[in-house]
Each structure stands twice: as C-alpha cells, then as structure tokens.
C-alpha cells in the first residue's frame, strides 16, 4: 500500500473509487491501493520499496523519483517503477517463512534472518552478502503435525515457546496444521515398513513430505521466496564441485547459475546432512539453513544474545515431530503381536519373538532370551515371521562390504559410474570409503538403483535406512538400504 499526504482541497482534486480518504484533525491521507504488475509477493509495498526519495508537495506528491520522472501514480507506471526498482539493482526484501519447531535452532534461525542486513550478511552467514540484498521479511510458522491423544505429545507447549520467540523478535506468527497429511505421508509410511520388516527413517520422509513439501509449497504460495529451517547443514549456491568425476545432468545444465548444494555442517556432532538426501533442485532453490555454519554452543550463546526463552531448552529426541514417545508399543498399538520363531545362523531354534516389526538389524537388548549367550538380530523374514540371530558381536553374519540401495537421489547431479566417494549408513556414523556401482534404474531414471562396495566391513546394515554419499565435503545424495 503507497501512502500519501495532501491539503484537504488537493485532496478532493484526486480521491477516485481505489483512494481511501481519511480525515485526521485538519490533515486529510490518502490510502491509494495499486495493483502491482508480476504479483510481487502479493504483499503491501510502501514508499520504502521505491529508490529515491517521495516528493512531499502536491506536485510532486503524486510522483516517485526512482531516477527520472516517471509519472502518476498508477498501474502503468508503478509497472514502470517496478522495472526501475530491478534495473537499480535494489530488490525488495525478501519473504521468508520459518519453520519454528519451539527448540533453540530454529529459534536462532529466525533471529538470525530477522537480523541480517547488507552490512552484516557476510559476518552472520560466513559468505558473501548476495548482490542487492537489502534483508528478509521473516514470518514464523509452527508445523501441528501431531495430534494423537493415545501419545502425549508436547506440542501446545512447543508452539507456546516458539510463539513467545516471535513476540521477542516481533515477526508474525502462525500455526500450519498437517496432522492430517503428516499421518498419511509419515506415519503411515513408517508404520508399513516395519511391517514388511524393515527399519525406516521417519525423519528423512518428514522432510520430504512435510518440511520441504507441503510447508514449502504453502509458504511459496502465500508469497514466500524461501523457507528456512533450524537444521545443521550448509547450503552454497553456484559451487564448484572441482570434481572430474561428476557431470551434471543435462536438466542442471541450463539453470546452471541457480544450482545448489549441500555441504556438511561446520558442527560435526550435530550435522544433519544425511536426513536432507531426497531434496532436489527445486526444493534448494527456495531453501535457507541459517545456522548450519554455527556450532551448537555458538547457537545456544546467539539465543541468550538475542534474549529468547529457548536458550536453555534441550533438545527433543523423538521421531519427527511425534517427540519421545514409546515406538514399541506404538508398533503394538498399529501392528498387534505376532509371536515367531527366533533362529541362529545354523538353524537352530533359540526362542521366540512377538513380531519381527519390534526388531532391528544389530539388535542386542529386548531379545528375551539367550541364557547368558549375547545374541544380536542379524535378518528378518517378515512372510516366514522369523528371526535369526548372531552368536556373539563379531560373528561374520553381522558384517558386510556391500548393499544395494534404492530411490538413489543425486543432489548434485547424476555422477559417472563407478563412482568413488565416501558415505554413511547410519546417522552420525564416521564416513566411510566406498565405490558406487549401476545396478539398474527401476524405470525410474539412470543410478535410481546402485550398489555400494565399502572398503571395509560394515557392520548391522539394515534395510529401510538410508545410505547417503558425500565427497570433500559435499553431500551428494542418498538411496534407501534394500
């Protein structure tokens, strides 16, 4: 909205039906509201957004000087306007909806955002201030995306905390929720795994389905340019991967100046590189990750600057968004009991099990039984509702040099293969050096399904996680264990 002031008589001279005229004492304004060409975020515009300086008398009031004169304010020449403001160089601030979970990061996230300007870009992020940036529009947005009573969850008193956050940064503030969608897309997912007797990531899928799909699809929609989150991992645009092993794929190609990719967190312990492997370009491109250049202790000292109530607050461990809540007896809550029989490498019938879906790869404690003899899950046959388990932690049946992984994901674009890199089959795992090999592609698109040679043993690799590639530093993608 482009506010004006003017005498009551020049006033009467220009009020049409798009003018709001309001009388304040012996003042009259004038509220002009003017469509503006593009949808520019479909949001308010003042006078701010325009270079140069509005005219203060009536002659010029009516005037913006972006350069030269370019006329009366109306749509054709706020269009005008609009085509100065780009060619000037000085864009409009730019709309970001933050992912507020109520913790700390996310909390720093959006104080983070909310702080940046041109003078202090480079300091915050550890890059360069990017060309006509003039700082961020943050909105905060708390995700309800559970809301089973069967399973205390504490969301009330998250989006409490992540509201009195927004207060504190004086940012607007609204609750999107996904209840409805996050059961369908990841619990339900999560819970049809485990019945075909694999070990799922829910976490990867909530932010596939949820986190980078239908928020980040909602926030583009109400106008957003991006969408930042609280997760540890660093994001660069144009980077050169200096990697002769790698072409991109031809669709990479002609957005080249646009492309983007995932590095690892500067804080180790806490990167969360290997949960983000199934975004793609798209996704990157309207994606922010504000902290991933900050340590945790750095993160937790940003909030006591900034004077937020999360500062302290520790962090959740549960699943995505569902919190701590009991999987075992959530699976017994979906999945009922189904008692089996639990055999060793040989054959031999040791004992029984209540549902091979309450059981995973390298497992060792809750087995039930043993006598005394440590035994650890080495597979699971969910059509024969079987068990078999290992003698011991070093038996040979624990222990592989090769998966085959599928709905391979490959960030930054397809590589040639064999490829030679290093990942990981577990979160927080040490990486490992590996070679990537072609096994088909599902019909899905070439290196869909690989396979992975490691240079050494791994140990307890269990179908259902994900395996997921990095090479100096970047991640490269990911696949689902087979």
């Not at 020449?77 to 000037?88: D, F, V």
């Not at 940012?171 to 485990?194: G, H, N, Q």
């Not at 008692?339 to 054959?347: P, S, Y």
Request: one cysteine or more; aromatic letters at 10%.
């Amino acid at each position: 909205m482009v506010k004006l002031s003017m005498n009551a008589g020049d006033a009467l001279k220009v009020a049409k039906d798009n003018f709001e005229v309001v009388i304040e004492g012996e003042s009259v304004k004038i509220f002009a509201t003017i469509p503006l060409p593009n949808k520019i975020h479909e949001r308010e515009m003042d006078k701010t957004d325009i270079p140069g300086p509005l005219r203060r008398s009536f002659s010029e009031a009516s005037t913006f000087n972006a350069g030269a004169t370019l006329g009366p304010v109306n749509e054709t020449n706020m269009a005008r306007i609009w085509n100065k403001h780009k060619q000037t160089n000085a864009p409009l601030k730019r709309k970001v909806f933050v992912g507020m979970s109520g913790g700390v990061d996310s909390s720093v996230a959006a104080a983070l955002l909310k702080e940046a300007k041109p003078n202090n870009f480079d300091k915050l992020f550890g890059r360069p201030t990017p060309k006509g940036f003039r700082g961020y529009e943050v909105h905060g947005v708390f995700m309800k995306n559970w809301a089973d009573p069967r399973y205390p969850c504490p969301w009330q008193k998250d989006r409490q905390d992540a509201m009195r956050v927004a207060t504190i940064l004086d940012i607007p503030f609204e609750t999107w929720d996904f209840s409805k969608e996050y059961r369908d897309a990841v619990v339900s997912y999560m819970v049809r795994e485990y019945a075909l007797g694999r070990t799922p990531n829910p976490d990867v899928m909530c932010n596939r389905e949820i986190k980078f799909g239908l928020f980040l699809q909602k926030a583009l929609e109400r106008g957003a340019d991006f969408v930042a989150t609280g997760h540890y991992v660093r994001m660069r645009r144009n980077l050169e991967l200096r990697n002769s092993n790698f072409e991109i794929d031809s669709k990479f190609k002609i957005q080249n100046s646009k492309f983007s990719s995932l590095l690892q967190a500067s804080d180790s312990n806490k990167d969360q590189s290997y949960f983000l492997w199934t975004l793609n370009q798209k996704q990157l491109a309207h994606a922010l990750f504000p902290i991933g250049d900050y340590t945790k202790p750095e993160v937790r000292a940003l909030a006591k600057k900034f004077g937020l109530p999360t500062a302290e607050k520790p962090d959740s461990q549960g699943i995505c968004f569902i919190g701590e809540i009991d999987v075992r007896e959530f699976l017994r809550d979906e999945l009922g009991t189904r008692r089996g029989k639990v055999l060793t490498t040989a054959g031999k019938v040791v004992g029984e099990h209540e549902g091979v879906q309450f059981y995973t790869i390298g497992q060792r404690h809750g087995l039930g039984f043993g006598g005394g003899v440590p035994f650890y899950v080495t597979e699971k046959n969910a059509s024969a509702n079987t068990l078999t388990v290992a003698e011991g932690p070093n038996d040979a049946e624990l222990f592989s040099k090769t998966l085959e992984a599928y709905d391979a994901n490959w960030i930054s674009g397809i590589p040639r293969f064999p490829l030679t890199c290093e990942a990981r089959i577990r979160y927080r795992q040490p990486l490992q050096d590996c070679r990537v090999e072609v096994v088909g592609d599902r019909g899905q698109g070439l290196g869909n399904l690989v396979r992975v040679i490691f240079s050494e043993e791994q140990r307890a690799v269990t179908p259902g996680q994900s395996v997921v590639f990095y090479r100096k530093g970047v991640m490269l993608g990911g696949g689902i264990i087979a």
